[in-house]
C-alpha cells in the first residue's frame, strides 16, 4: 500500500510529556505544564456548571450549524451570522481552509518560524510551500511575503500575536500589506492571542474585513477562555467565502459540551478580563527577569514568552526545568535553538519558574 508521496514527509504530531508520566518518571509530586499556552486560571466557574448540565444530553447530536453559538458569536463579534465558520479547534478551521483551496498546482506563503498547523496542512494538500523568514525582531517579514505571492499563490497566513514569538502585525503595517495582496488571495490572520493584546496599534482585522474581503481572521476558544480540551474556534470571513469551506466541514465538528462552553464564556467577560490582567503582571514578571539578568527575549502579546538563553540549548534549560516541575517547550523544536518558550502561568507558578532559573543561572558563573 503506497500513501501519498508527501505523507511520507510528515510527521505525527508530538505532543509535550503529559504530566502524569513525568511524576512518575522523575519522582515529583507536583507537575506544572507551561507549554501548551493553556489558560493557568481554567475557566470561568459558570463555564464549569453549563458544562456539567450539557452533559445531561451527551447521548444526542449537537447543532451541526451551531446556531445559538453562532448567534451570540455574531453579535458579540459584530458580523452577521454567516460570516462564521466553527471548528473542532481553529486547528480545524486551517485544515478546511487548505482543503478548499490547495492542491498541488498551488502554493501558500507562511513566515517561519511560526504556527506550525499551515505547513503541515498546506503539505497534505500537496501544495507547494513558501516559507519566508522572521526578521531579526521575531516580526513578519511582509515585503518578503509579499514578493514571494505569484498567480498561483492562494493563501497567506499571518500569525499575530506570532507563536511561538508572541509578536504582533501593528494596523499600519497589515493594512499597507492588504493594499497591495490581489484581492483572489485569502490572507489568514490567525489570532489565537487576540484576546491578551493590549497594544493600541493592533489592528481591528474584524472592521478591516469590510473593506478587504480576501481577509480571513482565525480565533479560537482554546487559549484566553480556557476550554483548550473541548475543541472549539473559528473562522470570520466574508460570507461568500464562508458559504465555499462550509460543505468541507464534517456535520457535527463541534460538540454540544463545547457550544454550551463557548456561549457560557462569553456571558463572562469580566473572567476574560481578570485572566488578561494576571496574565499581563505574570508577563511583565518574566521581563524584569530578563532585564536583570541580560537575557533576550521578544516583546510577547501573548500569554507565553519565548526567551534566549543565548549559551544554553533550549533542550538543556528545558530539562533542567523538567526536573523542578515545569513542563516548558524547547526552543529545539520551534526553530530557536538557545530559547524555551514559557507560558505565563499563575503568580505562583510564575515565580517558581523564575527562582529555577535564577538557581540555573547563578550556578553558572560559579563552575
Ligand atoms: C493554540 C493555537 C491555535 C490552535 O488552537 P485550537 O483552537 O485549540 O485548535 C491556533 N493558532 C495558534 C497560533 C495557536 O497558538
Redesign the pocket.
Known amino acids: 500500500m503506497k500513501a501519498k508521496e508527501q505523507i511520507l514527509t510528515l510527521k505525527a504530531y508530538q505532543p509535550g510529556k503529559p504530566i502524569e508520566e513525568v511524576k512518575k518518571e522523575l519522582g515529583l509530586t507536583s507537575v506544572i505544564k507551561l507549554a ?2 493553556e489558560n493557568p486560571f481554567g475557566c470561568a466557574p459558570a463555564v464549569k456548571e453549563a458544562v456539567m448540565d450539557e452533559l445531561d444530553r451527551v447521548s444526542i447530536y449537537p447543532d451541526g450549524y451551531a446556531a445559538e453559538i453562532r448567534e451570540k458569536l455574531s453579535r458579540h463579534l459584530g458580523v452577521q451570522a454567516r460570516q462564521i465558520l466553527f ?1 473542532n ?4 478551521v ?1 485544515q478546511m481552509f487548505c482543503r478548499t483551496y490547495l492542491s498541488p498546482s498551488t502554493n501558500t506563503v507562511m513566515a517561519t518560524p511560526t ?1 506550525p ?1 499551515y505547513r503541515h496542512n498546506s503539505v497534505i494538500e500537496g501544495a507547494e510551500i513558501r516559507e519566508i523568514p522572521l526578521n531579526g525582531n521575531g516580526d513578519h517579514d511582509l515585503d518578503e511575503m509579499y514578493k514571494a505571492i505569484d498567480k498561483d499563490t492562494k493563501i497567506v497566513w499571518l ?1 499575530t500575536p506570532n ?1 511561538p514569538t508572541g509578536t504582533y502585525i501593528p494596523k499600519d503595517k497589515l493594512v499597507s500589506f492588504l493594499d497591495c495582496v490581489p484581492s483572489d488571495v485569502i490572507v489568514a490572520c ?1 489570532e ?2 487576540c484576546e491578551y493584546v493590549d497594544a493600541p496599534d493592533y489592528p481591528d482585522t474584524i472592521e478591516l474585513q469590510r473593506e478587504y474581503p480576501n481577509l480571513v481572521v ?1 480565533r ?4 484566553a477562555f480556557g476550554l ?1 480540551s473541548l ?3 473559528y473562522g470570520v470571513a466574508h460570507e461568500d467565502l464562508i458559504q465555499v469551506v462550509d460543505p468541507v466541514r464534517e456535520p457535527f465538528n463541534t460538540s454540544r459540551v463545547a457550544q454550551r462552553a463557548a456561549i457560557t464564556a462569553l456571558d463572562h467577560l469580566d473572567y476574560l478580563k481578570m485572566c488578561k490582567a494576571r496574565n499581563r503582571e505574570g508577563m511583565v514578571l518574566y521581563e524584569q527577569f530578563c532585564d536583570q539578568h541580560g537575557l533576550s527575549y521578544y516583546p510577547s502579546q501573548g500569554n507565553f514568552i519565548l526567551i534566549d538563553f543565548k549559551t544554553k540549548q533550549g533542550d538543556e534549560v528545558f530539562q533542567y526545568l523538567l526536573r523542578q516541575g515545569y513542563i516548558v517547550r524547547s526552543g529545539n523544536a520551534l526553530g530557536f535553538p538557545t530559547c524555551v518558550r514559557i507560558t505565563v502561568g499563575s503568580e505562583e507558578q510564575n515565580k517558581g519558574v523564575i527562582d529555577s532559573l535564577t538557581n540555573l543561572l547563578v550556578s553558572k558563573t560559579v563552575e
Open positions: 501548551s499556552n471548528g479547534g481553529s486547528d480545524e486551517v504556527f498547523q500569525c507563536n490567525d489565537a492571542y482565525l479560537t476558544f482554546s487559549k483548550a475543541r472549539i474556534g
